[in-house]
T-cell receptor, first 117, second 112 residues
Framework: EPEVTQTPSHQVTQMGQEVILRCVPI?????FYWYRQILGQKVEFLVSFYNNEISEKSEIFDDQFSVERPDGSNFTLKIRSTKLEDSAMYFC???????????????FGNGTRLTVT | SQQGEEDPQALSIQEGENATMNCSYK?????LQWYRQNSGRGLVHLIL?????REKHSGRLRVTLDTSKKSSSLLITASRAADTASYFC????????????FGSGTRLLVRP
């Protein structure tokens, strides 16, 4: 069964450094998302992406964050200048169709654990 | 504002028993979904229920939705040790097109 893959599985970075988290969504999916989860707590929405542009973002997703689909397969999340509080598990997800259709669930990758020291 | 809060936060049962988890939300929704997360892994979709549906079944899972009470429940029947995981409800609000909002989850432990 096709799956969402994320790399790396664990990233350690120093405060102030830029990080890029990578995701390969399922190939025929059109909608892409980033979520994060701090230490087994609530899963928080960051951003959704469709048709090569951000369709919705949360208040967490400030100008330190950006997303890109640089080619036909990858979907990346960049954090420009990491802070200690950015330490979390970051999950990429994709869906075949608009989630509001009530047909297409989100398919999640296994996440990238980001540790900012 | 928070949307989708699960109750209880943690649940411990014996294998073979039924597990019931509840989810409450605050605003009108388009649909509600339940996901499962094994420790250190991504979330896996279990079941989706639309706002005009009241009950849905999938194998040992039964989900109900009461839009008047703004609540949903997930019932796992005849639980197995392999059902041990965290379970999250997620809602798509009517005023939001793309933002599926997750609750805090219920940690289920099924003792063999």
């Amino acid at each position: 069964e096709p799956e969402v893959t994320q790399t790396p599985s664990h990233q350690v970075t120093q405060m102030g450094q830029e990080v890029i988290l990578r995701c390969v969504p399922i190939s025929n999916h059109l909608y892409f998302y980033w979520y994060r989860q701090i230490l087994g707590q609530k899963v928080e929405f960051l951003v959704s992406f469709y048709n090569n542009e951000i369709s919705e973002k949360s208040e967490i997703f400030d100008d330190q964050f950006s997303v890109e689909r640089p080619d036909g397969s990858n979907f990346t999340l960049k954090i420009r200048s990491t802070k200690l509080e950015d330490s979390a598990m970051y999950f990429c997800a994709s869906s075949e169709d608009w989630v509001g259709q009530g047909v297409s669930p989100l398919h999640f990758g296994n996440g990238t654990r980001l540790t900012v020291t | 504002s928070q949307q989708g809060e699960e109750d209880p936060q943690a649940l411990s049962i014996q294998e073979g028993e039924n597990a019931t988890m509840n989810c409450s939300y605050k605003t009108s929704i388009n649909n509600l979904q339940w996901y499962r997360q094994n420790s250190g892994r991504g979330l896996v979709h279990l079941i989706l229920i639309r706002s005009n549906e009241r009950e849905k079944h999938s194998g040992r899972l039964r989900v109900t939705l009461d839009t008047s009470k703004k609540s949903s429940s997930l019932l796992i029947t005849a639980s197995r040790a392999a059902d041990t995981a965290s379970y999250f409800c997620a809602t798509l609000r009517m005023d939001s097109s793309y933002k599926l909002i997750f609750g805090s989850g219920t940690r289920l432990l099924v003792r063999p």
